[in-house]
């Protein structure tokens, strides 16, 4: 019997839908070094669907319609390096809303916002 989803793959993914797709795929490949699993595309070019492997996690994505409007997320994600991953963010144009610090838990955490407007959420485990 087929498993029931494809190998290597959580069962549970966001599914972010944008204003500007390829915009974010290129800043996930640039700050997270994503991996680009598949892509289907519309006629026109356009992403009707796309998924991401950031580290051992999958994300799925489109670009916005006028059926399916931009959503916006809080993401969480762990990374090597919480404060060159922060300052990368914002070299690619993010907006910083926490520069990384440890507070109360073993994670050093920093906080930014992309351009669609998910906040993301990075950290690194200190202990």
């Not at 797709?21 to 519309?42: C, G, I, N, S, T």
């Not at 356009?46 to 409007?69: G, K, T």
């Amino acid at each position: 019997m087929a498993d029931f989803k494809p190998k290597g793959y959580n069962s549970l993914s966001p599914y972010f839908i944008l204003a500007d797709a390829p915009r974010f795929v290129q800043l996930m490949k640039e700050l997270f070094d994503a991996e680009e699993l598949r892509r289907y595309e519309l006629p026109s070019g356009r992403i009707m669907h796309l998924e991401l492997r950031l580290d051992d996690s999958v994300i799925m994505l489109s670009e916005a319609s006028d059926e399916y409007p931009a959503n916006e997320f809080l993401m969480h994600l762990y990374v090597r390096d919480s404060v060159a991953t922060y300052r990368k963010a914002l070299e690619l144009g993010c907006k910083g809303i926490q520069e990384p610090i440890q507070k109360g838990d073993p994670d050093l955490r920093g906080m930014f916002r992309d351009f669609n407007g998910n906040v993301w959420s990075v950290s690194t485990q200190m202990e």
